[in-house]
């Protein structure tokens, strides 16, 4: 997998965190992961199609997606709740599209698809058989990774 993909996926986020909660983000470690990704409380998986195909799936701790509704609504929430998955999906469809923008300076011409939003007590996501590229992501309000199985 090329280094502009994951440039492009860390820039993106970096953007909507700055922007949309005020939040700087540090890049943690990068690695690949076999077979399938072990799970956090609320997952994203994004589509994406054109000159490379595959998902693009967002890991987030519980606390730290109450804490990104809070800081964008301003209410206080306790609960993963309609409201509070329609948000986070929205926050990564934002990186989603503004990825896909960057990549286009590429040279790479790709669109994404809706979000679809994970909630519960599931271990793990395979999407692929082949290795999936792992982001980890620090900011003051968590931890969360970025998940690439993207294939040109």
Known sequence: MKAEYVNSFYQATNSVFEMMLDVQTE???????????PS???GVIIGVTGDFKGSVFFNFPKEMVLEMVRIMSGMEVSEVDSFVSSA???????????AMTILAGYNYTC????PQVLLGDYKSVALTNEKILVLTLITPIGEFEIALFLKE
């Open 27 to 37: 890049r943690g470690a990068l690695r690949l992961q076999e077979d399938s990704l």
């Open 40 to 42: 956090k409380d609320v």
């Open 88 to 98: 986070v999906g929205e926050v990564a469809n934002i990186i989603g599209g503004n």
């Open 111 to 114: 669109d994404i698809a809706t």
